[in-house]
């Protein structure tokens, strides 16, 4: 059974401060890996899909990696604003008819 | 650019009520899928339907039941409501399950209360 791991699962930065997240996965066998946002008692905002195929998506100050034979991913944010106060979440898909299974997020606080 | 309606947003029912919960996936999408997300927990994966038939099937309760309609709009029918479903319910949608790039775009949610 898939299962994902995020780490740190809090992280406090200043404004301007790039920042690195991680997700690990225990099955490398993936079709796809998704990034999202999720603000408090809101939904998920989609950023990035990673195919396996694929090493790196980047959109904006995004920019998310994919090592599918260490079962890493992670996501970069670089010049951190105030905005970007949500948590993070990882998912993987693992066929083309599966689901996606979360990690548990890192929930991201910068001040200003 | 249109997104993924879902309908309430929000629902209060007591225990033992049923509960049906409404989705609208973005036009041409023919895959729905059903999130369960409880108080601090990541989504819980319930089932989802590709083409108007179910696909997979996750840790959805027997009391629960869903389905796709012809014009892929799907409802998730939630009876006998118990304190422990009181959680935020998303429906996502895809272009094509089948494919690598497939992307899920989720819904507001629903959050349901059970009193």
């Known amino acids: 059974k898939q299962e994902v791991t995020q780490i740190p699962a809090a992280l406090s930065v200043p404004e301007g401060e790039n920042l690195v997240l991680n997700c690990s996965f225990t099955d490398s066998a993936i079709y796809n890996l998704q990034w999202f946002r999720q603000d408090p008692g809101k939904g998920l905002t989609s950023l990035l899909l990673i195919q396996s195929s694929q090493r790196e998506q980047t959109s904006g100050r995004l920019n998310a990696s994919l090592d599918k034979s260490s079962g890493r991913s992670t996501l970069y944010i670089a010049a951190s604003q105030p905005g970007d106060s949500a948590t993070y979440l990882c998912?993987?898909?693992?066929?083309?008819?599966?689901?996606?299974?979360f990690g548990k997020g890192t929930m991201l606080l910068v001040s200003p | 650019a249109a997104g993924v309606i879902q309908s309430p947003r929000h629902l209060i029912k007591e225990k033992r009520e049923t509960a049906t919960l409404k989705c609208y996936p973005i036009?041409?999408?023919?895959?729905v899928y059903w999130y369960q997300q409880g108080p601090g927990q990541d989504p819980q994966f319930l089932i989802s339907f590709y083409e108007k038939m179910q696909s997979d099937k996750g840790s959805i309760p027997d009391r629960f039941s869903a389905q796709q309609f012809s014009d892929y709009h799907s409802e998730l029918n939630m009876s006998s409501l118990e304190l422990g479903d009181s959680a935020l319910y998303f429906c996502?949608?895809?272009?094509?399950?089948?494919?690598?790039?497939?992307?899920?775009?989720f819904g507001p949610g629903t959050r349901l209360t059970v009193t």
């Open positions: 036009p041409r999408h023919d895959t």
């Open positions: 996502a949608s895809s272009l094509s399950a089948r494919l690598a790039l497939d992307e899920q775009y």
């Open positions: 998912a993987v898909k693992n066929s083309g008819y599966s689901t996606l299974t």
